[in-house]
């Protein structure tokens, strides 16, 4: 263990002024080297961490964590109702609720769009957070006509806003005997939803499950029973329950299956990042390795003379142990907190945009987490305690009678 006779000595050498200016540059650069890598490492998994908080809080606070389908498309799940009621009693299940999707061709004064029209519960909490204008209230009649809640994007787009009419157009219309008649429906839209990402925004219309029905000409049926859980981690496990439940028409797929490339992507994003960066840990080692060993050099008479005066060889080696851990503690706080107050500045003034369109976010979120810096601080100082252990020894091999011969 290292004493304090170890740690005054190491604080010397630091502190004290070399003959060669140059141990003294590279004592810094060291310390830089250690920094940069460290405020490097505690940035790239802010943004990682940032990404993957974003997909859990906003596409996720407003699309369901499993969903329950039938396996083969075909007339839809008729006894949603008692289905629903017995997959909210799974474990992990904190809401069951019903959902009815379907394609139609918006038609706005800008221009036309094909959107995805989904007709749900519109009372969940989850699901009016996100409401940007206008007020949900009762969508069956909103002014005379049913209602409908837009994508902030699809309303840009189309040119609508809370009160204008829009036309919906759904091409699973009505049987004349002419053929089938594509059903045509005026909506007067209530509200506009925004989720934070952009392909959600841009495609989805929200009704009452009534009015959608009406629109793609259905009876009294869903097309998926859509859970949300208490513990998203056990989407997995809790799928699985839940399609042994439903029965063998019905099948369940959970959020990290829909959303597999995402996830993949941000954890190679993550694994490459610290490869890369680990690198510059590697290169400030191999600084304070260099740094030691000049001290090591520089120093021999003293080190000569300790060892007269009865200092032992192993004292020796920690006071250069100590030496470099002090430099690599120096580099780590400076990292720690240029890392820290980056990434909250960044991610309070959005420093960095993003292409709405590619990323679905319009900037680069940023979540610095405590317990990052714990294993960075001891990754660190790991690879530093390992570049002071050779220029340690070097230093216990000092012979002082050779040493001192001719001074």
Not at 1 to 14: D, H, I, K, N, Q
Not at 328 to 334: P, S
Request: hydrophobic letters at 50%; proline letters at 4%.
């Amino acid at each position: 263990m290292t004493s304090s006779f170890e740690l005054f000595v190491a604080g010397r050498y630091l502190r004290a002024k070399r003959r060669q200016a140059v141990i003294s540059l590279v004592t810094v650069v060291s310390v830089l080297g250690v920094a940069a890598g460290v405020m490097s490492l505690v940035i790239a998994l802010a943004i990682n961490n940032g990404f993957r908080s974003s997909l859990e809080k906003s596409l996720l606070g407003a699309t369901p964590h499993v969903v329950v389908m039938e396996k083969q498309p075909a007339t839809g799940i008729a006894g949603w109702r008692e289905l629903c009621a017995r997959l909210a009693r799974v474990e992990n299940v904190r809401l069951a609720s019903p959902a009815l999707y379907g394609k139609v061709m918006l038609s706005g004064p800008l221009q036309s769009a094909e959107a995805t029209v989904k007709g749900m519960p519109l009372d969940a909490p989850e699901f009016l957070a996100h409401i940007r204008q206008g007020k949900v209230g009762d969508l069956a009649d909103v002014r005379g006509m049913p209602g409908v809640v837009l994508g902030t994007q699809l309303a840009r787009r189309v040119g609508m806003q809370p009160g204008d009419v829009v036309t919906l157009i759904s091409p699973q219309g009505e049987l004349t005997p002419l053929g089938m008649r594509a059903k045509q429906m005026r909506f007067r839209v209530a509200a506009t939803f925004e989720s934070g990402f952009y392909d959600l925004d841009n495609q989805f219309a929200f009704t009452t499950l009534s009015n959608a029905q009406r629109i793609f000409s259905l009876d009294d049926v869903v097309n998926s029973i859509e859970l949300k859980l208490v513990d998203l981690d056990r989407a997995p496990e809790t799928a699985r329950l839940a399609e042994a439940l439903a029965g063998k028409d019905l099948g369940a797929t959970h959020w990290m299956e829909q959303n597999r490339q995402l996830l993949s992507a941000l954890k190679m994003e993550r694994t490459v990042s610290l490869v890369t960066i680990s690198l510059i840990q590697l290169v400030a080692a191999l600084n304070i390795l260099t740094a030691l060993f000049m001290s090591v050099m520089d120093k021999r008479r003293d080190i000569a003379v300790l060892l007269s005066m009865g200092a032992r060889r192993a004292q020796i080696a920690r006071v250069f142990i100590a030496q470099g851990l002090m430099i690599a503690c120096a580099g780590i706080v400076i990292g720690l907190a240029a890392g820290y107050g980056l990434s909250l500045l960044a991610d309070h003034y959005h420093w960095f945009a993003l292409d709405e369109e590619i990323y679905s976010l319009s900037w680069v979120p940023f979540e610095p987490r405590a317990l990052d810096a714990i294993w960075i601080t001891a990754t660190a100082l790991a690879v530093s305690l390992a570049a002071t252990l050779y220029p340690a020894r070097a230093a216990t091999r000092i012979m002082p009678v050779e040493t001192l011969r001719y001074e």
